[in-house]
């Protein structure tokens, strides 16, 4: 098993440019999310699927969208990149309601200039 | 809502010594799980240890403990035999649970992470 897979690893971006942060998981997991890391603020979630066609916000999700059409991959869509989205983004995926444990992504570190 | 605060942004500790990092949180709900996650310079997330708000007894994983203080709100790890390798941020988490034993949909809420440096 690859476990969860993200790319790209590194990413520039300018202020209104669009772009989607792929993210895969083939363990079969019905939840997966998506967390922003910044410095002094741990991680914070953005959205979060629990199952194919299922999406809904986390904490922080202006200027996010996502959708999930299969149970493997959860991508996140930037419409329009700011400044303020410049982090480390990670995808995790759970198996689902009985268990504990979220497998993280490597992240990917998006620069907005 | 819940919160959670590490009040140590940066610790340090010699080589074989014991340090321990402070965790507390803030939650009305009485079924949840807290985690310490590690992630290295590489960044990636590794799940430590974790303990279910139900058991009574402090999860121990290898050199690693907990010292879980439900009352007091209070969830803090203990590094025994500290190693280079144990040069990391350490992150507190808390997930929700359900009455039924279940988790709810898996939101981890974060504590801000204390960088941990151990010294040779």
């Known amino acids: 098993n690859a476990g969860v897979t993200q790319t790209p690893k590194f990413q520039v971006l300018k202020t209104g440019q669009s772009m989607t942060l792929q993210c895969a998981q083939d363990m079969n997991h019905e939840y997966m999310s998506w967390y922003r890391q910044d410095p002094g603020m741990g991680l914070r979630l953005i959205h979060y699927?629990?199952?194919?066609?299922?999406?809904d916000q986390g904490e922080v999700p202006n200027g996010y969208n996502v959708s999930r059409s299969t149970t493997e991959d959860f991508p996140l869509r930037l419409l329009s990149a700011a400044p303020s989205q410049t982090s480390v983004y990670f995808c995790?995926?759970?198996?689902?309601?009985?268990?504990?444990?979220?497998?993280f992504g490597p992240g990917t570190r998006l620069t907005v200039t | 809502a819940q919160t959670v605060t590490q009040s140590q942004p940066e610790m340090s500790v010699q080589e074989a010594e014991t340090v321990t990092l402070s965790c507390t949180y803030d939650?009305?709900?009485?079924?949840?799980?807290l985690f310490w996650y590690k992630q290295p310079p590489s960044r990636q997330m590794i799940l430590v240890i974790r303990q279910e708000a139900y058991k009574q007894q402090n999860a121990t994983e290898n050199r690693f403990s907990v010292n879980f203080q439900k009352a007091a709100k209070s969830f803090s790890l203990k590094i025994s035999d500290s190693q280079l390798g144990d040069t990391a941020m350490y992150f507190c988490?808390?997930?929700?649970?359900?009455?039924?034993?279940?988790?709810?949909?898996?939101?981890?809420?974060f504590g801000q992470g204390t960088i941990l440096t151990v010294h040779p």
């Open positions: 939650t009305s709900e009485s079924n949840y799980y």
């Open positions: 995790a995926s759970r198996m689902g309601s009985e268990t504990y444990e979220q497998y």
């Open positions: 699927s629990v199952g194919a066609g299922i999406t």
């Open positions: 988490a808390f997930m929700g649970g359900s009455p039924s034993g279940g988790t709810s949909y898996g939101k981890l809420t």
